[in-house]
């Protein structure tokens, strides 16, 4: 009992930083119906922002204001000078789905030519905090509470705000927002804007997991891919729940009853993936209103 909550906690930390990752990439798919492969890159470029500001002698939680606002940026000047201009073009959602992936190969080039490819931290490890029932180290708790206010924030922000309900209205039904008076390209931006501050700040939460390096998002990407899908393509809550689903379930697959080996805990993450959508296709929270 006591291993299983253990990889259960193990699951929900792995499955917070999954989260906050997946519900970026949801919303530009909600309101663009961009398959984003870049999206991974922008993880790693958030973590590696954030570790530029602690070698500068900042604290992790200052260095990451920087990071989060750069990685908004970076994905709004992309939609700007890039995403815009193609969908201005006609571009097809094929050829935007090559552009992402292109996007990616060079954003991960950038990175390690321009920070290398050895393998950082931000801080020495931490032992573990027993709690009781199970142990966690201080950045396991950092990582849950941290993704915890990213979600409820990015929860209230879809239903409590202006920005948040034309978000909604753009996913469901572009020609009829765009008939209702709603601004459609800067809810784009506005989209970009919010979803690239999400993506740096799951690459800073990922990173406190005790490794920055050039490949880290790439890596991650699958698995979030697999918190989106299960959730219910383009819904963020169905993209909350699909990350900590994914998270617990792999983990929960190294239980010693089970016998699984660590290295291939990931496979049954997706097992349960494909047999969710056998069942309901549509993904848990999949529905016409998108967001």
Do not use: C
Not at 207 to 228: E, H, I, K, S
Request: hydrophobic share 55%; charged share 10%.
């Amino acid at each position: 009992m006591e291993e299983a909550l253990q990889l259960i906690a193990n699951g929900v930390v792995i499955g917070s930083v999954i989260a906050v990752s997946a519900v970026g990439l949801s919303l530009v798919f909600g309101v663009l119906k961009l398959i984003n492969f870049a999206h991974g890159d922008f993880l790693t470029l958030g973590a590696f922002l954030a570790l530029t500001g602690v070698g500068l002698g900042l604290p992790l939680y200052l260095a990451a204001i920087p990071a989060i606002i750069g990685g908004a940026l970076a994905m709004g000047v992309l939609e700007k000078v890039l995403w815009k201009p193609m969908r201005e073009r006609g571009a097809s959602t094929v050829n935007l789905l090559i552009i992402s992936i292109g996007l990616a190969l060079v954003l991960r080039h950038v990175i390690f030519w321009v920070f290398g490819e050895r393998t950082r931290s931000y801080m020495p490890p931490s032992p573990r905090i027993d709690l009781g029932l199970f142990a966690l180290t201080p950045q396991d708790i950092i990582i849950i509470f941290g993704s915890a206010i990213a979600l409820v924030g990015t929860g209230l922000m879809l239903q409590k705000t202006r920005i948040g309900t034309a978000m909604r209205a753009l996913a469901d039904n572009r020609d009829l927002a765009e008939a209702s008076g709603i601004n459609v390209n800067r809810v784009i931006l506005y989209t970009w804007l919010i979803a690239g501050a999400l993506t740096a700040y799951g690459g800073i939460l990922l990173g406190l997991q005790g490794r920055v390096f050039p490949n880290m998002g790439w890596f991650l990407l699958l698995l979030v891919f697999a918190g989106v899908i299960l959730g219910g393509i383009g819904s963020a809550y169905g993209a909350m729940i699909g990350s900590l689903l994914i998270g617990v379930v792999q983990e929960l697959a190294t239980h010693s009853a089970i016998g699984l080996p660590a290295d291939l805990k990931t496979s049954v993450a997706f097992l349960v993936l494909i047999l969710v959508l056998l069942i309901r296709p549509q993904g848990i929270l999949g529905r016409k209103q998108a967001l």
